[in-house]
């Protein structure tokens, strides 16, 4: 079992910076890979970001590449994700989530935290 709590959701200005956490309890959280994912109203939940182990690998989707940046620290079981240049449409809950592969298919992420709410005004 690995427990996930997200951090840091707060209303920004667009072309605002923000950064999200996620503290992981549970099992050794540098066994799992780490993704974020978000959903707007209405929508369906997208994969964001994830990160391998160790942090070697990184993958993103098209439209946060160049803004969005994630990271870990396995010393202190969290997982965190940097947001540039916001934009409206990156008005969602956040979530982060936990896999044994690195991948952006939700289906294969096994742990999810409750979310964090980010809301950017234009």
């Known amino acids: 079992q690995v427990q996930l709590v997200e951090s840091g959701g707060r209303l920004v200005q667009a072309g605002g910076s923000l950064g999200l956490s996620c503290a992981a309890s549970g099992r050794a959280f540098s066994r799992y890979c780490m993704g974020w994912f978000r959903q707007a109203p209405g929508l369906e939940r997208e994969f964001v970001a994830a990160?391998?182990?160790?942090?070697?690998?990184?993958l993103y989707a098209d439209s946060v590449k160049g803004r969005f940046t994630i990271s870990r620290d396995n010393a202190k079981n969290t997982v965190y994700l940097q947001i540039n240049s916001l934009k409206p449409e990156d008005t969602a809950v956040y979530y982060c989530?936990?896999?044994?592969?690195?991948?952006?298919?939700?289906?294969?992420?096994?742990?999810w935290g409750q979310g964090t709410q980010v809301t950017v005004s234009s």
């Open positions: 990160i391998s182990w160790q942090g070697a690998r990184t």
């Open positions: 989530a936990a896999a044994s592969g690195l991948g952006p298919q939700r289906e294969s992420y096994g742990y």
